[in-house]
């Protein structure tokens, strides 16, 4: 049977047939593996397939963050231009606010001006110089009356010194004044002469100016500018004539540059006060500081220490015999300024000791009802001038810059207030 099987498996048919199942079988292996690879390529294909959708999604991702970025970089620079827009428009609005506040101030200046100029010209003006040429003089010898005519009746002012008449110069009909001092010593006509001397240096609008001397055995006579105003305390002690601020701000102010002038040529007045101030007429507030008898030359090395003066107007460094300079005038001027614009006197006392320990303790203040209407610059002036060391003091050309005498919106308002009271007062 086994021989038979054999002889039949390797007989020419069944070898035909294993033949072609081994062929059947080596196509259907040849189709798997062309199946699998055929699955292979499509599974790598669609992997790149999804790869390519997926890098599509993230560029188109990609592309939107894009585009949402410049779209915010276009709105945010939008806004930038808003912005910067707004701040021309504010910036413009501001120079248009600013043209207009600047055009205002120019009119309010100009008005100022105007009127400033309208309240007296002439009074913001310095003082007319003497109706001469400034000459340096010297004693003459020979017989006034040869020259001059002096009006002995008419009395334009006195002192310890002397007294003061009219004259007139034949030679010319010059109006002048003859300052008669009696001088019966050496010594005497010595301290007269010093005062020749101080008044030959002195060539200021300010500054009353002599045009000759003459000696005689027991007098000399000084003949000067002639002014018909009255002298400066005659207004503050009158109840008629009405002083205002602005009128005492253009004393005081001629009154520095007098002095302003005299310090810078080393000269100490040293008896400043309103009887020594003359008003050139009395239609103005024009001014001129007289009476150089006590005036000394300045010498920065040489101490200078003085005894003598009108008490209530002593700066505390005469009382103690210390030494004096250019402060001592100014402790005076701020005696002066607070009598003009209150009438009253900041030291003076029932007696001249009283008047004196007043000063060497500088016990003064601001009467209440004398100075509520007084502007603070005037009050800060004033402080800045009775002050008892005198190192703290102004000096002449610190006072003129003072917003008292120079700002001239203060005296506009000063002026304004005037009228305004002229005007309550007359309704």
Same mark, same amino acid.
């Given at each position: 049977?086994?021989?038979?099987?054999?002889?039949?498996?390797?007989?020419?048919?069944?070898?035909?047939?294993?033949?072609?199942?081994?062929?059947?079988?080596?196509?259907?292996?040849?189709?798997?593996?062309?199946?699998?690879?055929?699955?292979?390529?499509?599974?790598?294909?669609?992997?790149?397939?999804?790869?390519?959708?997926?890098?599509?999604?993230?560029?188109?991702?990609?592309?939107?963050?894009?585009?949402?970025?410049?779209?915010?970089?276009?709105?945010?620079?939008?806004?930038?231009?808003?912005?910067?827009?707004?701040?021309?428009?504010?910036?413009?609005?501001?120079?248009?606010?600013?043209?207009?506040?600047?055009?205002?101030?120019?009119?309010?200046?100009?008005?100022?001006?105007?009127?400033?100029?309208?309240?007296?010209?002439?009074?913001?003006?310095?003082?007319?110089?003497?109706?001469?040429? @400034?000459?340096?003089?010297?004693?003459?010898?020979?017989?006034?009356?040869?020259?001059?005519?002096?009006?002995?009746?008419?009395?334009?002012?006195?002192?310890?010194?002397?007294?003061?008449?009219?004259?007139?110069?034949?030679?010319?009909?010059?109006?002048?004044?003859?300052?008669?001092?009696?001088?019966?010593?050496?010594?005497?006509?010595?301290?007269?002469?010093?005062?020749?001397?101080?008044?030959?240096?002195?060539?200021?609008?300010?500054?009353?100016?002599?045009?000759?001397?003459?000696?005689?055995?027991?007098?000399?006579?000084?003949?000067?500018?002639?002014?018909?105003?009255?002298?400066?305390?005659?207004?503050?002690?009158?109840? %008629?004539?009405?002083?205002?601020?602005?009128?005492?701000?253009?004393?005081?102010?001629?009154?520095?540059?007098?002095?302003?002038?005299?310090?810078?040529?080393?000269?100490? @007045?040293?008896?400043?006060?309103?009887?020594?101030?003359?008003?050139?007429?009395?239609?103005? %507030?024009?001014?001129?500081?007289?009476?150089?008898?006590?005036?000394?030359?300045?010498?920065?090395?040489?101490?200078?220490?003085?005894?003598?003066?009108?008490?209530?107007?002593?700066?505390?460094?005469?009382?103690?015999?210390?030494?004096?300079?250019?402060?001592?005038?100014?402790?005076?001027?701020?005696?002066?300024?607070?009598?003009?614009?209150?009438?009253?006197?900041?030291?003076?006392?029932?007696?001249?000791?009283?008047?004196?320990?007043?000063?060497?303790?500088?016990?003064?203040?601001?009467?209440?009802?004398?100075?509520?209407?007084?502007?603070?610059?005037?009050?800060?002036?004033?402080?800045?001038?009775?002050?008892?060391?005198?190192?703290?003091?102004?000096?002449?050309?610190?006072?003129?810059?003072?917003?008292?005498?120079?700002?001239?919106?203060? @005296?506009?308002?000063? @002026?304004?207030?005037?009228?305004?009271?002229?005007?309550?007062?007359?309704?």
């Amino acid at each position: 049977m086994f021989k038979i099987l054999c002889t039949n498996l390797f007989s020419p048919p069944f070898q035909d047939l294993v033949q072609a199942g081994f062929e059947e079988v080596q196509k259907l292996n040849q189709q798997n593996n062309q199946l699998s690879q055929c699955t292979a390529e499509t599974a790598v294909s669609t992997a790149a397939h999804l790869d390519l959708i997926e890098e599509e999604q993230e560029g188109e991702k990609y592309r939107e963050r894009k585009d949402d970025k410049q779209q915010d970089a276009v709105e945010e620079q939008a806004r930038e231009q808003e912005i910067v827009a707004e701040l021309l428009q504010i910036k413009e609005e501001d120079k248009k606010e600013e043209d207009e506040k600047l055009k205002q101030e120019e009119a309010l200046c100009l008005s100022e001006e105007s009127q400033l100029a309208a309240l007296n010209s002439s009074d913001s003006s310095p003082p007319p110089p003497a109706p001469f040429e @400034h000459r340096l003089v010297t004693t003459k010898t020979h017989q006034i009356t040869s020259y001059y005519t002096i009006n002995k009746e008419e009395v334009l002012g006195g002192g310890r010194f002397g007294m003061v008449h009219k004259c007139v110069e034949k030679s010319s009909g010059l109006i002048l004044a003859a300052k008669i001092i009696k001088a019966r010593s050496q010594k005497e006509k010595e301290v007269v002469k010093c005062e020749i001397e101080v008044m030959n240096q002195l060539n200021h609008a300010n500054l009353i100016q002599l045009y000759a001397a003459f000696e005689s055995r027991h007098e000399i006579i000084l003949v000067m500018e002639y002014v018909d105003g009255g002298e400066l305390f005659d207004r503050i002690i009158d109840e %008629n004539y009405k002083l205002t601020e602005l009128d005492t701000v253009l004393f005081i102010r001629q009154i520095s540059e007098g002095l302003q002038y005299m310090h810078k040529m080393y000269i100490l @007045h040293l008896d400043l006060k309103p009887e020594n101030i003359l008003c050139v007429s009395r239609q103005t %507030n024009k001014v001129k500081i007289i009476d150089f008898g006590l005036a000394r030359r300045y010498k920065p090395r040489e101490k200078l220490r003085v005894n003598f003066g009108t008490p209530e107007f002593l700066a505390p460094e005469v009382i103690n015999y210390e030494f004096v300079s250019f402060p001592t005038d100014m402790w005076s001027l701020g005696v002066i300024t607070y009598m003009l614009l209150s009438g009253l006197s900041p030291f003076l006392g029932e007696d001249d000791n009283e008047t004196l320990n007043s000063i060497l303790a500088c016990q003064w203040s601001f009467e209440e009802a004398e100075f509520a209407d007084i502007s603070e610059e005037a009050k800060d002036f004033i402080s800045r001038l009775l002050v008892k060391s005198k190192s703290w003091r102004m000096s002449a050309s610190q006072s003129l810059k003072h917003p008292w005498l120079s700002d001239r919106a203060l @005296h506009y308002r000063l @002026h304004h207030k005037v009228n305004n009271s002229f005007e309550f007062m007359a309704n």
